[in-house]
T-cell receptor, first 115, second 111 residues
Framework: GAGVSQSPRYKVTKRGQDVALRCDPI?????LYWYRQALGQGPEFLTY????????KSGLPNDRFSAERPEGSISTLTIQRTEQRDSAMYRC?????????????FGSGTQLSVL | DAKTTQPPSMDCAEGRAANLPCNHS???????VYWYRQIHSQGPQYIIH???NNETNEMASLIITEDRKSSTLILPHATLRDTAVYYC????????????FGTGTRLTIIP
């Protein structure tokens, strides 16, 4: 596709439910990043992949959060047993190989609301 | 530890130059200065970056002081569409690092 695609655009769930957020990066992009953004705050790093390898997951807040990118393309961020504090905008970004921060493109995000 | 310090908010009149400052006094020799902006509910967008020389592109200019401890992003003729949060980020280009966004500067362009 032309840009980074995220789905769903909005997700409302009840506390305790599991959710899966999907990111489809720009075709050919090697690196894929997940960020979380609370209202009025800057994006907070969660994890990133080069191809299918998860290079850094230091930003995942706890073990309820996990991410995968099994074929080096589409990635899924899963939150188990959701809590109200998980409510935020979840953003995905992708970039070509190598340190290419000027070619880092973000998706429109998934707005997660946990009731 | 915050690597950069930016004012939380600024106003600028439409058509004037917007000058956004950033302090990065602990920057190391291999670290670049990157600027991104985030318009309303969109994802962050790359603007410009530099190491030690001043840089200019179609969007903005970046002025880095000689000691590299601070920089200024310049939007030469600000328009209403430049209203956004602007993030100054210091990062090396070695790879395997993540962009760390702070709280940025909320720039409001006044008609």
């Amino acid at each position: 596709g032309a840009g980074v695609s995220q789905s769903p655009r909005y997700k409302v769930t009840k506390r305790g439910q599991d959710v899966a957020l999907r990111c489809d990066p720009i075709s050919g992009h090697v690196s894929l990043y997940w960020y979380r953004q609370a209202l009025g705050q800057g994006p907070e790093f969660l994890t990133y992949f080069n191809y299918e390898a998860q290079q850094d997951k230091s930003g995942l807040p706890n073990d309820r959060f996990s991410a995968e990118r099994p074929e080096g393309s589409i990635s899924t961020l899963t939150i188990q047993r959701t809590e109200q504090r998980d409510s935020a905008m979840y953003r995905c970004a992708s970039s070509p190989a190598g340190p290419s921060y000027e070619k880092l493109f973000f998706g429109s995000g998934t707005q997660l609301s946990v009731l | 530890d915050a690597k950069t310090t930016q004012p939380p908010s600024m106003d600028c009149a439409e058509g004037r130059a917007a000058n956004l400052p950033c302090n990065h006094s602990t920057i190391s020799g291999n670290e670049y200065v990157y600027w991104y902006r985030q318009i309303h509910s969109q994802g962050p967008q790359y603007i410009i970056h530099g190491l030690k020389n001043n840089e200019t592109n179609e969007m903005a200019s970046l002025i880095i002081t000689e000691d590299r401890k601070s920089s200024t992003l310049i939007l030469p003729h600000a328009t209403l569409r430049d209203t956004a949060v602007y993030y100054c980020i210091v990062i090396s280009n070695f790879g395997n690092e993540k962009l760390t966004f702070g709280t940025g500067t909320r720039l409001t362009i006044i008609p």
